[in-house]
Structures are given as structure tokens and as C-alpha cells.
């Protein structure tokens, strides 16, 4: 991934200078860039792609069949990996080189469906010859592998979760009991859209005279006390004394994401792993509750104009989604601050004001990395248990992975960034550090118990017993989490 955003940003460069005829206005020294251009340039024209040399076989034209529940209509993530034609847009085309690429070399055609979760579930338990593979969001994965109808990744022949074109980070977090039925890798792009990030508006940072957050972000500075102190600077009423979406605020969200960002920023996690890979729920430890006990204080404590919650407030501009209240708001310069997934990028397309992204921050400057989670609600690969073919399955899903890193991947950065960061020579290390330090919570992604929108719920309510809370709920995560278990291993 790092290797992808990287070429892609040199590229967009380059394009730049091609375009004006002179150097793209960076912000910084560009003495000598003759001479950095004609490097990168042979650095992008000479992309080593032999690691695709072993993906050839004569599949005798096999139809690779893939069916996903999440509908084209749900659009805030990638829904749709498979296009008849290049439609026109950068990461549809990238869609239709990856594919025809792969069925070239594979002699395959890849076909993608869409079915609901209940036909998915009953056409695997009367084992049906339904796909070849699965699409399914995180929230729903469970169920199937509970059931036995898909595979543990683990198990499969050609399968390498160390190559890059696999989240390593996402096997590693998401297996339980050393099996893992889910995979998260450069095929898909939502895992990506599912990222949450922070946005800051450079405009506002520039007009408030703040501090670069660039800057905080590496000098490790970066924390919920710092963003609370900016914030608090650029909240303004507009005259009316009421708070809504016409006033100005430090930080945009909502509670079921927003609150359980900051306090996952401090590293801790729902639900955590021992060295046999069997997770437990632990979130009663000092430091969890500690941030918890701050991300009240930053709720709770600096009045109404610290923090826009998109749960709670009611849009006054007629739009039919309260949330979609943000998608305007911060476009409009009506926050220093937005906490969202990398996937509303697409929001501030048409945005006059420039923007960065950072990470979330931290508990406090002395913890060593800063931590971002996935919101989890992406769709991930899985296998159908009954697969005619598991070496030809294995295969082909392996080459899907590793033809998109330099197609599809490419591309997804040219569609979210090219517009406001192919010029800020520090996106790259952001995203880098974004993605590189990005967590998988079992608790979140597979929404065990809804334990994640309980405790956003507890924060919004002012609720400091979340000692008394996870007391009342151990029992039934840790019977949760043994049923997985047992189920896994019938």
C-alpha cells in the first residue's frame, strides 16, 4: 500500500509539471527539480511488476462467480468490483484493467451479484454451488462462519497474508483462535473507505493563526488536549444563540464513531488477544477508562460549540439524513475539525478551502504512535465452505490481490486525493502512518453485542459507570466469544 500511494503521488507530480510547464507550487524549496523529475520519473516507468510473473494458468474460461450483500446503492463505500467496461472514471477503469488482466492470464471471467444476507446464508446451509467467492460486510461475517459455510483463510494453498497486496494488520487482528475468515487485502478498496481519519481545514488553521497540525502529528504533540485547545478557538455562534448546523464549530462526527475514535486513539482496545490468539474483553483496564473519563470531559465539559454530533443534531437544511448535515458543513468552513472515514473525502471535491488529513490524536504526548481504527462496517473476502475447486479458489484470489496494487489501489488514491493533496507533500506520510497503524477491534467490526455504539452511548449520555457497565455486560461477551470459538472448531 505505501509502495502504491507513493508512486501514485510522484505521478500526480508530474502530471502537475507537465500540465503548468514548470514545478507545481509546493510550498517549498524546489531548487534542483530538473533533476528530482527526471528521477522519478524512471522510477514510475520502470514500476516492478515480476511479482505477478507466477499468476498463469489456463482455467479453461471458468466463470469465478462473486456475490456481495452490499447493494450498488449503498454508495458511501466502493460497492461494485466488477465493470463490463471502462465507465469513464479513473477507478472503474482501474476496475476493468485489474479484471481483464486477471482473466487474461487466467483464462477466467469474473462475474460479481448481488443477493441479500438471508438467500446468502440459506443457499449455503442447502449447500448450493453459489460462488466462488464472497463479498460480505464485517457485521455479518460472524453468522457465516458460526454456520460453517465459509473457509478459514489460513487453510488455503496459495494464500501469503505477508505479501503486500494483504492487510497483515487485518489477519492478524481479525483471526480468532489462529483461524481467519476474512480477508482484507488490495482487492477492496472499502477497508480503505472504512478508515477513520481527521480532517483539519487549512484555511481556518491559517485565519485562527493555530498551530500546523502537520507539525503536532510529528513532532508527537498530536493529542485529544491539543485538538480540544484548537478547537475551542474556532467555535462560533452566528448570532442566534441556538446551535445548529448554521454556527461554526472545533469538531464534526457522530457519537457512534466520533467517541469511540478518540478513545481507541489512546491504543487501547474493546476487545484484545493473547499470545494463542484467544481474545478476551477487557476494557476495564486503567488506561481505557482514563480516556474514556477524557473524551467525556471533551464532550461534557467546553459548552455546546466544541463539538457538532451529527447523531443528535437536526439538520435545518432540509436534507433527508441528519449526518449528511457534515458532508456540508465542513466544506463550508463551519469546522477546524472532522472526524470521519476516508471514504467523505469524496465530500470536499468541490471544497474552495484547502484541507489535510492526520490521524487521530493521541491519550496523551508520552504514548509512542498514534492509532487509528477501521469503523468496520466494510466488506471483506470469504470463501464458501463448499467451493468445488479450493486450489483454483485459492488461486485466483490471490492473483485478484496482488493485479490490483499497481490498477485499483493506484487509482483510489488518484480518486480521493488528487484534487487537494497531489500538492501537500506531507499527505503521503499521513496516509502512510494512517493506514500503517490501523486497528481492527473483533468488538467493532464484527459488532459483537453492539458494544461499540453501548459505550458511544454512555459517552454521549454523560455516563461515568463504564466500570459498572462492563461488569454488567462480561458474562455475555465472554459466552459470546467462547461460542465463536466452539463453533469454529465443530
Known amino acids: 500500500m505505501k509502495k502504491h500511494l507513493a508512486i501514485f503521488l510522484i505521478a500526480a507530480q508530474l502530471a502537475a509539471l507537465t500540465a503548468c510547464g514548470g514545478a507545481a507550487d509546493t510550498g517549498t524549496d524546489t531548487t534542483g527539480g530538473d533533476t528530482a523529475s527526471a528521477d522519478t520519473t524512471e522510477a514510475v516507468t520502470t514500476e516492478d511488476l515480476s511479482h505477478l510473473d507466477p499468476f498463469k494458468a489456463d482455467y479453461e474460461g471458468y466463470n469465478f462467480r462473486i456475490i456481495t450483500n452490499n447493494a450498488e446503492s449503498n454508495t458511501w463505500y466502493t460497492t461494485v468490483y466488477t465493470v463490463m467496461e471502462d465507465q469513464g472514471d479513473v477507478l472503474s477503469g482501474a476496475i476493468f484493467k485489474r479484471n481483464t488482466m486477471v482473466e487474461d492470464a487466467l483464462n477466467i471471467r469474473i462475474t460479481e451479484e448481488y443477493q441479500e444476507l438471508g438467500n446468502i446464508r440459506n443457499s449455503l446451509l442447502a449447500d448450493d454451488d453459489l460462488a466462488d467467492m464472497l463479498l460480505i460486510n464485517t457485521y455479518d461475517t460472524m453468522t457465516l462462519a458460526k454456520e460453517g459455510s465459509v473457509l478459514d483463510l489460513y487453510t488455503l494453498p496459495h494464500q501469503d497474508f505477508h505479501a503486500d497486496w494483504w492487510d497483515s494488520n487485518a489477519a492478524k487482528m481479525l483471526s480468532i483462535d489462529n483461524k481467519l475468515y476474512l480477508g482484507a487485502g488490495d482487492f477492496i478498496t472499502a477497508c480503505n473507505d472504512a478508515t477513520c481519519v481527521t480532517y483539519f481545514n487549512k484555511r481556518m488553521i491559517d485565519d485562527y493563526q493555530l498551530e500546523d497540525p502537520y507539525e503536532l502529528v510529528k513532532s508527537g504533540k498530536w493529542t485529544l488536549d491539543k485538538m480540544m485547545e484548537m478547537g475551542l478557538q474556532t467555535s462560533v455562534d452566528n448570532g442566534d444563540t441556538i446551535w445548529n448546523d448554521q454556527d461554526t ?63 443528535v443534531k437536526k439538520n435545518t437544511m432540509g436534507l433527508a439524513h441528519d449526518h449528511r448535515a457534515m458532508d456540508v458543513m465542513f466544506p463550508n468552513n463551519q469546522a477546524l475539525f472532522w472526524v470521519e472515514t ?60 496482488a493485479f490490483s496494487g499497481h490498477t485499483v489501489q493506484e487509482a483510489y488514491y488518484e480518486t480521493y486525493i488528487k484534487d487537494k493533496l497531489t500538492r501537500d507533500e506531507t499527505a503521503a506520510e499521513m496516509l502512510d502512518l494512517i493506514f500503517e497503524n490501523r486497528t481492527f477491534d473483533l468488538a467493532i467490526c464484527f459488532n459483537l453485542l453492539r458494544m461499540r455504539h453501548n459505550i458511544c452511548d454512555k459517552a454521549y449520555k454523560n455516563n461515568t459507570e463504564i466500570i459498572s457497565y462492563y461488569d454488567s455486560m462480561k458474562t455475555a461477551m465472554d459466552n459470546t466469544i467462547n461460542t465463536l470459538i466452539e463453533s469454529f472448531n465443530a
Open 249 to 311: 464549530y472545533g469538531v464534526l462526527g457522530h457519537q457512534n464513531m466520533l467517541y469511540i475514535y478518540m478513545i481507541t486513539g489512546s491504543g487501547e482496545m474493546i476487545i484484545t488477544k493473547d499470545k494463542d490468539d484467544i481474545p478476551a474483553f477487557t476494557f476495564n483496564n486503567e488506561k481505557f477508562v482514563n480516556a474514556y473519563m477524557k473524551v467525556l470531559n471533551f464532550i461534557h465539559g467546553n459548552g455546546e460549540g466544541l463539538i457538532y454530533d451529527a447523531n
Open 342 to 401: 476516508m471514504a467523505s473525502a469524496k465530500s470536499t471535491r468541490n471544497m474552495e478551502a484547502d484541507f489535510g488529513i492526520i490521524p487521530c490524536p493521541k491519550y496523551e504526548e508520552s504514548q509512542t504512535y498514534y492509532s487509528n481504527m477501521s469503523n468496520g462496517a466494510f466488506h471483506g473476502m470469504m470463501i464458501p465452505a463448499n467451493v468445488k475447486d479450493v486450489d483454483r479458489t485459492s488461486f485466483i484470489l490471490e492473483a485478484l490481490n
